[in-house]
């Protein structure tokens, strides 16, 4: 590194080490130096709107310290200004939180400009400046920050909050892309409070625009995220947590919330098979072959167990929370047992030899199923 160069270690590896948290990724800002001063070194360019580089061995990422200026609509409208004679304290103004524009050096001092460690102790959420309210995605970001240091006491700061109601008032949110939407909320969704990310955008009035539907569903009566608090104690997932946030509703409304959202495909795959099978699914011993068969066969157990075991472990906490009207099971060892019972004796009946027999067609198909079938009822 360049005798005139000065790295910087800032944001969440700098927050996270200093409220005791374990510290997974660190970014980096350069001061002083130039996107050819880095390229010389072999770092490798991957920002393409301001200059974000990659350490030749570590790969953690160094940016050169930046300015931002509001140039449009959306989290997208800025024009980004990054030079040698950018300072550190310009870059860390640009950022959203005072506990995440904390800087340290490579000496180890902090660089505090705008008193995030005074935020941290008092437990605190608070903008840096009002350049706040001009990114409609801080708006998702404070939420996730809730929900990621509730457990710690903290809450957000009354200045703060009301410029993320003048941002969601904007209706500026509109512009955020349903792809971010939903990277945002499953980062949440993986914190220790995911709950609080949806009663917070719900307070600041930001929900009902970004998915109305879930909006309607999370003011409802059957208090969803008093169900979601309980299965973040059991399942760590965000999969997992939604599925259990969305159970209880059908399929048509968990397909317009997953376009909403932009939900990925083995996402939306699994909230539905929750909703649509989870009674069918606790109610196993008491259906006959066939049902189960039919079951087993949705689910797609006969070729991937595992995820009708998942979905089992799921019914099992709705059981525990009274969700479901079910004789006493113990859904960790008895239920799941007798399914797989079932399901081993279908996956052994096989096609050779109703093959050996001379069919093929549609009365393989028929005749594979009657078997299995039949396996199932034996067990």
Not at 278 to 285: D, E, L, M, S, V
Not at 313 to 334: D, I, R, W
């Amino acid at each position: 590194m360049q005798p005139n160069w000065q790295t910087y270690i800032v944001g969440g590896a700098v927050r996270d080490r200093l409220l005791g948290i374990p510290v997974y990724d660190y970014d980096h800002v350069v001061v002083g130096a130039s996107p050819q001063d880095l390229l010389d070194l072999g770092y490798t360019q991957v920002g393409k709107d301001f200059p974000v580089f990659l350490h030749p061995t570590s790969k953690q990422e160094y940016a050169l310290a930046r300015t931002e200026r509001k140039a449009g609509r959306g989290y997208t409208g800025f024009t980004v200004f990054a030079a040698a004679d950018v300072t550190l304290e310009q870059d860390l103004q640009r950022r959203d939180l005072t506990i995440n524009a904390i800087a340290e050096s490579t000496n180890g001092e902090l660089v505090d400009p705008y008193g995030g460690q005074q935020d941290i102790q008092q437990g605190v959420l608070r903008h840096v400046s009002p350049a706040f309210s001009e990114d409609p995605l801080r708006v998702l970001r404070l939420a996730r920050f809730h929900a990621h240091l509730h457990h710690l006491g903290f809450s957000i700061a009354p200045e703060t909050k009301a410029l993320a109601k003048q941002l969601v008032d904007s209706g500026e949110l509109q512009e955020i892309a349903k792809e971010r939407l939903w990277h945002e909320t499953q980062k949440a969704m993986r914190s220790s409070s995911p709950w609080i990310y949806f009663t917070t955008l719900l307070e600041l009035g930001a929900l009902q625009q970004l998915s109305p539907p879930l909006a309607k569903l999370l003011q409802g009566k059957k208090n969803p995220l008093g169900l979601l608090q309980a299965a973040s104690s059991l399942f760590t997932e965000a999969d997992d947590r939604l599925a259990i946030l969305l159970q209880a509703l059908n399929k048509p409304q968990i397909e317009s919330l997953g376009e909403s959202l932009r939900l990925p495909k083995n996402t939306l795959q699994l909230c539905v098979q929750l909703s649509k099978h989870r009674r069918q699914i606790t109610h196993y011993p008491e259906l006959k072959a066939e049902q189960k068969h039919t079951l087993l066969n949705n689910c797609g157990a006969l070729r991937n167990p595992q995820r009708l075991k998942r979905l089992v472990k799921l019914c099992g906490l709705l059981h525990s929370q009274g969700q479901m009207e079910l004789p006493e099971l113990n859904f960790g060892v008895s239920l799941w047992q007798q399914i797989e019972k079932g399901l081993l004796a279908a996956q052994q009946i096989s096609s050779q030899g109703y093959i050996s027999q001379g069919l093929q067609g549609k009365a393989l198909g028929e005749a594979i199923k009657a078997g299995q079938i039949a396996a199932i009822a034996q067990t």
